[in-house]
């Protein structure tokens, strides 16, 4: 019998994600600091709070293995946050226009006294040249607050792009589910 699954995030993107693995899981909701530290690159503060998502849930959870994950965007070397409101989501989607915009995707996978697993994705998105008007219409259509880059590409988010450039498609939803399917192989998890 392989030991209780736990996803570290109560992001329906991640769990919504994980459950096209198939396996039983619950969820439960991290508490961790997710400030980022000075001068902390995106791809090293994706890494960091998977990790800390995951270790804090498997502190209180021994019996189980558990996924963390994070998702940090950058642009222009500094990373983009979840813009929280229309004003800032309609300035970031202003800023990314016509631009490349890197995302970090961590999971690092781990149960008390293991060490623990880690692997990132790097998506790279390119926005096609949007005008205001378009920029103030995709807002207001899925109000994509929680979502690091202001916006959903698994939804109408999509129309916004020129390309994607992925080694995982998934991974710019929320969860690099390759990656993931791997780590949980190693953990012993059967999957196909």
Same mark, same amino acid.
């Given at each position: 019998?392989?030991?209780?699954?736990?996803?570290?995030?109560? @992001?329906?993107?991640? =769990?919504?994600?994980?459950?096209?693995?198939?396996?039983?899981?619950?969820?439960?909701?991290?508490?961790?600091?997710?400030?980022?530290?000075?001068?902390?690159?995106?791809?090293?503060?994706?890494?960091?709070?998977?990790?800390?998502?995951?270790?804090?849930?498997?502190?209180?959870?021994?019996?189980?293995?558990?996924?963390? @994950?994070?998702?940090?965007?950058?642009?222009?070397?500094?990373?983009?946050?979840?813009?929280?409101?229309?004003?800032?989501?309609?300035?970031?989607?202003?800023?990314? @226009?016509?631009?490349?915009?890197?995302?970090?995707?961590?999971?690092?996978?781990?149960?008390?006294?293991?060490?623990?697993?880690?692997?990132?994705?790097?998506?790279?998105?390119?926005?096609?040249?949007?005008?205001?008007?378009?920029?103030?219409?995709?807002?207001?259509?899925?109000?994509?607050?929680?979502?690091?880059?202001?916006?959903?590409?698994?939804?109408?988010?999509?129309?916004?792009?020129?390309?994607? =450039?992925?080694?995982?498609?998934?991974?710019?939803?929320?969860?690099?589910?390759?990656?993931?399917?791997?780590?949980?192989?190693?953990?012993?998890?059967?999957?196909?």
């Amino acid at each position: 019998m392989t030991a209780p699954l736990i996803l570290a995030s109560t @992001s329906v993107y991640r =769990r919504e994600l994980l459950t096209r693995l198939r396996l039983p899981f619950e969820t439960v909701r991290p508490r961790v600091d997710e400030s980022p530290h000075a001068n902390e690159p995106p791809d090293a503060l994706a890494a960091r709070l998977a990790a800390s998502k995951a270790e804090a849930v498997a502190a209180s959870r021994p019996d189980a293995w558990v996924i963390g @994950s994070d998702q940090v965007a950058e642009l222009d070397g500094r990373p983009l946050g979840k813009p929280g409101h229309r004003d800032a989501a309609i300035a970031q989607l202003s800023a990314m @226009s016509g631009r490349s915009v890197r995302f970090h995707t961590s999971v690092c996978v781990t149960r008390a006294g293991h060490a623990p697993a880690l692997a990132t994705d790097l998506t790279e998105v390119v926005l096609r040249p949007l005008q205001d008007e378009e920029i103030a219409r995709y807002v207001d259509a899925e109000q994509p607050y929680d979502c690091a880059g202001s916006f959903k590409c698994e939804g109408l988010g999509i129309c916004l792009f020129e390309a994607i =450039r992925t080694h995982d498609p998934t991974a710019l939803v929320g969860l690099p589910l390759i990656r993931t399917a791997r780590l949980l192989r190693a953990a012993g998890y059967r999957l196909p």
